[in-house]
């Protein structure tokens, strides 16, 4: 084969550039491992850049032909004219860290990688992936991958991508950056947008993210004035940091957020000690994350295409959320339907006022009081829908109205719809949904910039995903950023998690302790509670290792015997020589489980959900990312159905909820006091009468394993080093 002058050399010192521009905006590509076979993946991404018409070089780079589909064929990057802005690696696993570091060498700054076999395939994928990172490391550049099928950029043709869905040149543009995980996705996306007649501003199939990872992606490309928002598909949540530090920057910049994440799974709970870590499933975890990031997140793929220009159109997420929504409809039957669709997520329809139903009199419309205004045939009248639509949104009542059309949105569009996409603007937004399949209205509202819906499904997910988003708190991203979970832990017995939270503030009963012959280290305040004392131990009652009622030495002395017997039954290895004598509480109104977790995708994690032998019986529980403010805490008492007991319901007393309030924030308090705790739990709390404030009556806390301490530490050394007496407090 014919080879070329060396360029490179003179090429180095010229412009450079960043990731973002490198990756949608490249002046020049290059693919190694084209294929001259146009059956072949390996084909595709020529083929795809040609027939799209990208404006900048393309060097197909094959060392076995001459030529690559017609087109000239180069031996290697070295050979080029020129340095190219980025580089698709197409060829086979065991090639691409030569070609990696032939990028590299040459100065090339970003490349895409599609081939898979590194990390995910056992101890020779795990060197070579060892391998690909130093090499990258060595050379500084960056790599999209491995197992990504590559980039596209629909605004300058930028097809660099093997995804057959991209064969079709007419790609639509719209505003929103696709970033996913899965590389199939994009093109799922793509095509099904297409044929709503809604575009995307550019995809990025991000693969392994071995090295950019989806949230570096996506921060990389926010200051392109031609994306508007973002649209992620996710399949875990690896890389929360980077994601965090993305999401607080699109905060900033008025950038909305949609995302699908898949795996609701609940596998990682068995890997836990505490019922915190149960109830702290990974999926709550990542719904906590995204929340605090003030993502939208849907579970509806039509949502995640439409979701975006309804975000974009109410704006940022307000304090508190502007969630009052109005359903007007031509057909009551579909009003119904989308009511009942918002119903189940969550999100209740306000019922409008007399004022209002007198105002719509007013202009001819006798409509009936009810939940939803059902114009009838009124609402095929362009005059009158606009004159409804303006009694709505000028009344003080609403802060969205959901405009429900029935059949004229597919035969005469020029009706009902054309009046509502003559409503766009103003402090009231107006969405609508077509109850037939009418694809032409809906395209007319998206150029007037009504949000719209295909589906009542998508519709209602869109909405009340977009209402469930809450202003981001920048403390709270920024300690998942660069933070590193400690890999083991330690469980302590019941008096040093006591300690360790006392230490916070945490209230405990008046307590002491005594040995298997009873003698206790202060005079015990009956009735108690009596408990064996064991790292070993982290779920006592299970164990049978906790009596209760205990009102006089005698008695002690019998639970302390009963203790010692159900705990050599249960666990015959584990021997039992101290024990927590505890005074109980008789006057509790509720009894909640205040909970804490360094989670290892998402970071500091505070859980509340009812306490006691309830926490499993109800699967009721609340969870944000650690540390939360009080406002935050309170919506979280509100969300645990188990605590409305603390209302006084059916004449019952009212609980401290303030009090309960206050523990939630100073156990998220954690996060930032006690860098150390892995896992702490409180359960259950014991919710007293208002004024009364609350008392831990069982704590459990796990501590990172810290070098000096060794993995090894034996059970006796543990005990022997949490063998402090534990004095009489309230």
Request: glycine content about 10%; overall charge negative; some cysteine.
């Amino acid at each position: 084969m014919t080879q070329t002058t060396n360029h490179i050399g003179s090429a180095l010192g010229a412009h450079r550039p960043g990731v973002g521009e490198a990756l949608l905006s490249p002046r020049s590509v290059a693919i190694i491992g084209a294929s001259d076979d146009p059956a072949k993946t390996t084909a595709r991404p020529l083929r795809f850049l040609r027939a799209a018409g990208f404006a900048g070089a393309v060097y197909p780079i094959n060392p076995r032909r001459e030529t690559v589909l017609g087109e000239r064929a180069w031996a290697n990057v070295a050979a080029l004219p020129e340095v190219p802005d980025h580089v698709f690696i197409v060829a086979d696993t065991a090639r691409v860290v030569d070609a990696v570091r032939e990028c590299g060498e040459a100065g090339v700054p970003l490349v895409t990688v599609l081939s898979g076999g590194f990390g995910e395939s056992g101890p020779e994928g795990e060197g070579r992936l060892v391998e690909l990172l130093e090499v990258a490391r060595r050379h500084g550049i960056r790599i999209v991958g491995p197992n990504s099928i590559g980039v596209v950029n629909p605004r300058n043709a930028m097809m660099l991508t093997a995804n057959a869905a991209f064969a079709e040149a007419d790609v639509p543009v719209g505003r929103s950056f696709v970033a996913s995980q899965s590389g199939s996705v994009i093109g799922a996306l793509m095509t099904r947008a297409k044929a709503r007649g809604l575009g995307f501003a550019g995809f990025v199939s991000v693969g392994s993210g071995v090295d950019l990872t989806l949230g570096e992606i996506c921060e990389a490309t926010l200051d392109d004035p031609e994306i508007g928002s973002y649209t992620l598909f996710m399949e875990s949540m690896d890389d929360a940091g980077p994601l965090a530090q993305f999401a607080a920057a699109a905060a900033e910049r008025n950038k909305p957020v949609t995302v699908y994440k898949l795996g609701r799974s609940e596998a990682a709970a068995a890997l836990t000690v505490s019922h915190t870590g149960a109830l702290a499933g990974e999926d709550d975890e990542a719904d906590a994350f995204f929340r605090a990031c003030g993502f939208a997140r849907v579970d509806n793929f039509e949502a995640l295409i439409e979701a975006d220009a309804l975000q974009r159109r109410l704006g940022p997420p307000a304090v508190p959320p502007a969630d009052r929504i109005a359903v007007i409809t031509s057909t009551g039957g579909g009003a119904a339907i989308v009511v009942d669709q918002l119903e189940t997520r969550g999100v209740r329809v306000a019922r409008p006022s007399e004022a209002v139903f007198g105002r719509l009199g007013e202009l001819g419309l006798n409509v009936a009081e009810s939940l939803i205004i059902d114009l009838t045939l009124a609402g095929t009248r362009h005059d009158l829908v606009l004159g409804a639509l303006d009694v709505l949104r000028s009344s003080g009542e609403f802060d969205l109205v959901l405009f429900v059309i029935g059949s004229s949105a597919r035969l005469n569009p020029e009706l009902a719809v054309r009046a509502i996409a003559e409503a766009p603007s103003g402090d009231v937004p107006v969405v609508a949904w077509a109850l037939p399949d009418a694809l032409d209205s809906l395209r007319l509202l998206d150029a007037a910039g009504v949000p719209s819906f295909r589906t009542a499904e998508a519709c209602a997910e869109a909405i009340a995903a977009t209402l469930a988003r809450r202003p981001i708190d920048p403390a709270v991203l920024d300690s998942r950023i660069g933070e590193e979970v400690a890999s083991a832990g330690r469980t302590l017995d019941e008096v040093a998690s006591a300690e360790i939270l006392r230490g916070l503030g945490v209230q405990f009963p008046a307590a002491t302790t005594c040995d298997v012959a009873g003698v206790s280290h202060d005079p015990p305040q009956y009735p108690v509670v009596v408990k064996a004392i064991s790292e070993e131990l982290p779920h006592k009652s299970e164990a049978g290792a906790v009596q209760l009622g205990i009102h006089e030495d005698s008695q002690l002395a019998d639970a302390i015997s009963t203790i010692v017997q159900n705990v050599s039954t249960y666990a015959p290895d584990v021997t039992v020589e101290r024990f927590l004598v505890q005074q109980m509480v008789v006057d509790s109104v509720v009894e909640a489980l205040v909970g804490y977790r360094v989670s290892p995708s998402v970071g500091p994690v505070v859980v509340l959900a009812a306490g006691g032998i309830y926490t499993e019986l109800y699967g009721d529980s609340s969870l944000r990312l650690a540390p939360v403010t009080r406002a935050t805490a309170t919506e979280m008492v509100q969300e645990v159905t188990g605590m409305r007991v603390a209302e006084g319901m059916r004449g019952g007393p009212v609980g401290d909820v303030e009090a309960l309030i206050d523990t939630i924030v100073t156990m998220s308090q954690l996060a930032v006091r006690r860098p150390d705790v892995l896992e702490a739990e409180i359960n259950p709390l014991a919710v007293r009468p208002r004024g009364h404030g609350v008392v831990a009556l069982d704590a459990l806390v796990q501590v990172a394993i810290t070098p000096h301490d060794g993995a090894s530490t034996s059970s006796s050394e543990a005990r022997t080093e949490n063998t402090t007496e534990v004095s009489p407090w309230t």
